[in-house]
């Protein structure tokens, strides 16, 4: 099988300066991946990359995936705008009718199959801004659900979250894999990286590893990747990327 993704020398800046340095590596289809690294490693700008939301992106990304679903951190979603839990999952199919459209009756029924199947059952009319930051995951990763996406990109789905969410939401995440989905998440629990998550991505601004997690996460690896944070030097000249020839 091809892999989902694949990062050919793939550089990410930010004011020039890459959060993510010269990254080749191959994603398997239909896998759950973690990505994984120390605090300031660059794994969220890798998802942004993906997404083709970072400011300079270099070197290239092959995607075999049809309909891409992210999820961002939850610090960077405003729950100030007044609407429902199930007008918020309804954004999930927003491709199909827009600004200006309005959902049809197929669109509302499956949100709120969405609801039950995140166990919000009866929340579909309480306001976004009154829930815990455990309820609104789940109203996400409802919203993750209506999007019937072939590849699903999560940054940090489990942040700040009780056990009985987390437990919740993984076994979503198991049905998406079982539906032969890929999932890209970045995480921070190594022992949850281990025991739920086959493949993993090792980032310390540059790639440490990738591939099998029992491979990837090796103390030897975990060493180099910390050591490898450490030394980075933020204040470092501009990264010059190699002019390309002309025919």
């Not at 890798?46 to 300079?56: E, F, N, S, V, W």
């Not at 092959?62 to 309804?90: G, K, N």
């Not at 999560?154 to 979250?161: G, M, N, V």
């Not at 056990?163 to 993984?170: E, I, Q, S």
Request: with cysteine; proline share 5%.
């Amino acid at each position: 099988m091809s892999p989902a993704l694949r990062l050919v020398d793939l550089t990410v800046s930010y004011d020039r300066h890459p959060a993510v340095h010269h990254v080749s590596a191959e994603i398997p289809a239909a896998e759950m991946t973690a990505i994984v690294g120390p605090n300031g490693a660059g794994k969220s700008s890798l998802l942004k990359a993906l997404m083709g939301l970072a400011p300079r992106i270099e070197g290239r990304i092959d995607c075999s995936a049809r309909r891409i679903a992210y999820l961002p951190q939850q610090a960077e979603i405003d729950r100030s705008f007044p609407i429902s839990v199930l007008d918020t999952v309804l954004l999930g199919r927003w491709s199909r009718f827009g600004a200006f459209g309005r959902a049809a009756r197929i669109d509302v029924e499956d949100a709120r199959q969405a609801i039950e199947a995140v166990g919000l059952s009866g929340f579909e009319r309480r306001s976004i801004d009154t829930l815990s930051v455990g309820q609104f995951q789940r109203v996400l990763f409802a919203r993750l659900l209506l999007q019937d996406a072939d590849l699903v990109l999560l940054d940090e789905p489990f942040a700040a979250i009780d056990a009985k969410t987390v437990g919740d939401l993984m076994g979503l995440i198991r049905r998406w894999r079982s539906e032969k989905r890929t999932v890209v998440a970045v995480l921070h629990d190594l022992d949850q990286v281990r025991h739920d998550f086959p493949h993993s991505l090792l980032l310390a601004r540059e790639l440490v590893a990738s591939g099998p997690t029992t491979r990837v996460l090796s103390p030897e690896n975990l060493l180099r990747a910390r050591a490898m944070a450490e030394a980075w030097d933020d204040q470092a000249s501009a990264c010059e990327m190699p002019l390309r020839k002309t025919a």
